[in-house]
């Protein structure tokens, strides 16, 4: 084990000190998460702590609260500002303060690290394995095209939505749709066959995309 090792202004291990910030925001502890920020950034580690803290809103807030992500962004662009602003009295310190407790207070799911876990071991267990489905196979693929699968097959099967939040007036729209598309021929399956450019080989995605 190596003997390395990083202190903080006050003699502290950093990250011992890092952990204990990070699993304070865990717990909602504004008291206790605060001592280790300020710990931090008086040890010069505020660029750290932003970092630490743009990981925390997705592993630690994620789903929990899923716009935080982007409201720490935002913090941080100010803070970045105010530092190359002159003469702002460490106005700087506002929107850091911000942030920590922004995190501290938001709602908690640890969903998406735990997604990480699960998706990338299933991923390798079922590479080779896992077939595209039927439903995925439209006028947009070669395989959907030879099935002959037009307009009317994609608005009813591919473009199917679960967990839906429609627009009042939504499924009305998508019938008006279907019929717009109908009418201006905008329906890939009624070429012949398969399209001369698909048939070509291709060199890796790069000519493909």
């Known amino acids: 084990m190596s003997n390395y090792q990083v202190k903080t202004k006050n003699g502290y291990d950093f990250f011992e000190a890092s952990s204990a910030f990070q699993k304070s925001i865990r717990r909602g502890l504004e008291d206790e998460t605060f001592f280790w920020a300020v710990e931090l950034y008086k040890s010069n580690y505020a660029k750290y702590l932003w970092k630490r803290m743009i990981i925390i809103a997705s592993e630690d807030v994620g789903l929990g609260d899923p716009d935080v992500v982007t409201r720490i962004m935002a913090m941080k662009a100010s803070y970045d500002y105010l530092v190359k602003e002159k003469n702002t009295h460490n106005a700087e310190i506002l929107p850091f303060i911000q942030a920590v407790l922004t995190l501290v207070n938001a ?63 939504e499924e009305e729209f998508e019938k008006l749709a279907l019929e717009a598309d109908i009418e201006t021929d905008n329906n890939p399956i009624q070429e012949e066959g398969i399209p001369e450019d698909s048939k070509k080989k291709t060199d890796g995605q790069g000519k493909i995309f």
Not at 108 to 121: G, M, P
Not at 125 to 152: S, Y
């Open 107 to 169: 709602k908690k799911s640890r969903y998406i690290d735990l997604a990480y876990s699960v998706y990338w071991q299933k991923h390798r267990d079922q590479v080779g394995k896992k077939q595209v489905p039927d439903f995925c196979l439209d006028m947009h693929t070669r395989r959907g095209k030879q099935k002959r699968r037009g307009l009317e097959w994609f608005y009813e099967v591919s473009a199917l939505v679960n967990n839906p939040n429609k627009m009042p007036n």
